[in-house]
């Protein structure tokens, strides 16, 4: 149980970690529609609304990336506030070990993070996954107004079989996936894990419905044989109208309940998994690495005011709360390129931060 000083403290965090919150928030919002009028700002499409619509849609997705560095920060306000004001020598001389003070903010940290995979992460994923979709839209019409074309490569497939789907180009109709101008390459798997192709098939449209693909104006070859052709085929599919059209690239798009199915898709389609098991194991790691830059932060900002040195050592926390931040961006490069096993790409930075906060309160606090 929590008593009055450790909910006082534990209260000015949160509060802390909320102002931190909205000045990253702020920023992001206005780079992020500084950005988007730059590419977009000179198409028809792309009105004021329009931009502010699509920033609105992207943001959650860069605000949630930044949690790590808005804890570290709203910690380190916190506590330095704190610190000058005296509150922190007067519950020290009342008996009160930081420890008692710093593990509610950790354990507030680790539940925010725990509530960020599980209903934060998917809801800025489906936003995310509009703004791919309107920025998709935007750029194609421009496109298409220009004369191009724009041609699409998907592959689909499980253990048995593999199917390349080639198509000159693509539009939705009532949220229905419509492929122009369409070739299936279809192979087989063989024991030895080999791909023998089967059959080609050539239509003229393709209609992705739930769970196969519906084409029409058709022509089937196979090997040794004359073509056949037919008014009407359906193919079966493994796909669905977002993973068709982000053609396994864009991961943020994934929310965290649905990971677990895109990486057996991918990997059934014969993709890399690597980069969605990293972002698996990053989404599990999420509340032990804000509960790290709590323990951090609050880690560097406890030397007594009248020892001298707190603005360096505030600094030195703030500069090894990016590094650590970038630690992370970079094993995450090594995992998503299988340099490295995702595990440990997604677990080493939030367990590094973790044991170096530990590691500095233990010495300051119990010698």
Known sequence: MMGRIERYVLVRVMGGVLASLLIFASVVMVICFVELSRALGGRPEATLVKLVELMLLQAPSIILLLLPLVFLFGAISTFVTLNRRSELIAMRAAGFSAWRFILPAAGAAFLIGVADLAVLNPLAASLNGRFEDAKTQIDEGSALKAGASIPIWLRQGDTHSQVVIHAAGHDMQHGVVHLHQVSLFMQNAAPDGSLRFTRRIEAADAWLDPGYWRLTDVREAT???????????????????????????????????????????????????????????????????????????AAFSLRLMRLGGVAGLTGAGIALGFAIFFFDDFCGTLGAGEVIPPLVAGWAPPLVALLAGVTLLCYTEDG
């Open 223 to 297: 090997p040794g044989a004359d073509s056949v052709r037919s008014e009407t085929l359906s193919i079966p599919s493994t796909l669905d109208r977002r993973t068709a059209m982000e053609k396994f690239a864009v991961r943020d798009t994934v929310g965290f309940w649905d990971l677990p199915g895109t990486i057996q898709r991918a990997e059934n389609a014969g993709f890399s998994s690597a980069p969605y098991r990293l972002r698996y194991d990053q989404l599990l790691a999420t509340p032990v690495l804000f509960a790290a830059m709590a323990v951090l932060g």
